[in-house]
């Protein structure tokens, strides 16, 4: 996997993107949608501590649509969560062939969401 250099890094280091938004590839993005088709799982105000990986960690919150007793009725909540990316492939994403991060794995410190175990692991998802 050949890519560009970031600053400081060491010769042959591959730059590693995520989808940010679902069309556009960013390099520790502050929020990442998890959610294409609604928009209803998205990662906010993160912070990486680990970049350019195999694994990538960093801490945010988690934006979740309860929905219940419906989608359209159910409220909004956050959680604190701790989110490590992995499973590096190459993925087009804003028209641009990227190595990419593929998966993202959640795990809350704190108050939990309702089917946590249904809200761990997502596929990072990006149209070409």
């Not at 175990?117 to 990006?126: D, E, K, V, W, Y």
Request: some cysteine; hydrophobic content about 30%; aromatic content about 6%.
């Amino acid at each position: 996997m050949g890519g560009a250099l970031i600053a400081g890094s060491a010769p042959g280091q591959t730059t590693v993107y995520a989808p940010k938004d679902c069309t556009t590839p960013k390099v520790e993005p502050k929020r990442i949608l998890l959610a294409c088709g609604d928009a209803g799982i998205e990662l906010k105000q993160m912070r990486w501590n680990r970049w350019n990986t195999p694994k990538a960690k960093g801490k945010g919150k988690v934006t979740i649509q309860i929905c219940d007793p419906s989608c359209a009725e159910g409220p909004v909540k956050n959680y604190k969560v701790n989110v490590t990316l992995l499973n590096i492939k190459n993925a087009t994403c804003g028209g641009q062939t990227l190595p990419m991060y593929r998966r993202a794995h959640l795990r809350y410190p704190d108050k939990k969401p309702p089917n946590k175990n249904t809200l761990r692991s997502f596929q990072l998802a990006c149209s070409s």
